[in-house]
């Protein structure tokens, strides 16, 4: 079954090429009966405020919190990431209404405006243990939400010091609880069936991180063995870590 990806606003399309390059069928969802059709779901980055909105309009909150409910995989990423929290902070005037299920506090705008977007090297074991490739992902943050703080059966998957950015531009109150978390923030999570980042992997060439969401889900085994056993990745890498160079945000293919 495929992989369906939210597409009211935002990098969707970008998600959907990032799962054609693995093997992977994506299929834009915008009303809720699509979500029948899907065996997992992608939250994509945007402007989280506009796609809330949307959501509303198209009345697809119940059918998303049911989504998430019954189980099945969910990757947030970004706008995605504030979606799935149970809570944000940060939010503009009003606020807006979060799909909930995932146990952590998100700030909407913690790195700044749009200028004080960044890229950052970041320590990724568990999914260089998974999904093989160097021990650390460039991640891209497009005026970025990071997490505060997480509850007990949440895994934190990566986190960026916040030295990565030298723009960005804290205020008192976030510098404090960034001093607390020895100068570091939370930007990737797993809890159960869902994933969540505050980057954007789907704007660059590594895949990794759609591949470790595929293997979220059950249904996408042999989709998963497929790509893993070819030299994909050997070739992904050669391309990213030997004739890409490292360039200012954001890297594309």
Known sequence: ????????????NEHIAALRRIGVKGVEI???EQ???VSSLIIPGGESTTMAKLAELHNLFPALREFVKMGKPVWGTCAGLIFLANKATGQKTGGQELVGGLDCT????FFGSQIQSFEAELPVPELAATEGGPPSFR????????ILDVGPDVEVLASVSIQSSKNVDFNSTLQEESAE???KVIVAVKQGNILATAFHPELTIDSRWHSYFMKMSPTSNEITAA???SNYYDDQESYLYKKQPKT???IYE
């Open 248 to 250: 200012d945000l954001p």
């Open 35 to 37: 979500l029948e059709n």
């Open 30 to 32: 915008r009303k809720a």
């Open 1 to 12: 079954m495929a992989v369906g990806v939210l597409a009211l606003q935002g990098s969707f």
């Open 227 to 229: 790509s893993s056993s």
């Open 181 to 183: 978390s020895d100068s």
């Open 139 to 146: 991640a891209v943050f497009i005026r970025a939400p990071a």
């Open 106 to 109: 998100v700030h909407r705008n």
